[in-house]
């Protein structure tokens, strides 16, 4: 639980940063959002490596299957606390600001005549209905569809992360 507390802390500042560098137009914000990313991509396989040494020092050891309920279980309360940090910024921060100012990237003349000359005008149309329809989603509507993308990238991470946590070290 202290685990993924700290991993859904992470994706949530990378979360926060990444709206709010988009929403402001500020590259600090991005680059601030970059650096997260790789933390919050190294930060489960730290936990599970210390965790994995914390063990050695009592001569104990997780098996594959005990590291994949420890990281599974990380990764859902770092998906639970994600999710309450994204919700709270659709309910009460973003009043649509996020959505209006993808909409105006997407719609400046330079943006269209590029699309247009990479043949990609029909993408473009199909991109600003779909940017419509996330438009019209609820807060808990669009929180539902961030957890689910953190809940499957987390099912995968899980394999890796076990692995890290049971791995086979020498007893000193």
């Given at each position: 639980?202290?685990?993924?507390t700290f991993v859904g802390l992470t994706w949530g500042g990378v979360f926060l940063t990444y709206v709010e560098g988009i929403s402001y137009n500020n590259g600090l914000?991005?680059?601030?959002?970059?650096m997260l990313c790789g933390i919050a991509i190294v930060l489960p396989f730290v936990l599970a490596f210390r965790l994995n040494q914390k063990m050695a020092l009592v001569k104990e050891q997780l098996s594959y299957f005990q590291g994949l309920f420890f990281a599974f279980s990380m990764f859902m309360?770092?998906?639970?606390?994600?999710?309450?940090?994204?919700?709270?910024?659709f309910q009460f921060l973003d009043n649509g600001l996020l959505m209006e100012q993808l909409n105006a990237m997407l719609t400046q003349p330079e943006m269209l005549k590029m699309y247009e000359q990479m043949g990609m005008g029909e993408q473009h149309a199909q991109m600003m209905d779909i940017l419509a329809e996330a438009d019209g989603l609820s807060s808990w509507e669009k929180t539902l569809l961030?957890?689910?993308n953190n809940f499957f990238i987390s099912l995968f991470l899980t394999i890796m992360v076990a692995w890290v946590a049971s791995w086979k070290r020498k007893m000193k």
């Open positions: 639980m202290e685990y993924g914000l991005m680059l601030l959002c970059f309360y770092a998906c639970l606390f994600n999710g309450l940090i994204v919700f709270a910024y961030i957890f689910n």
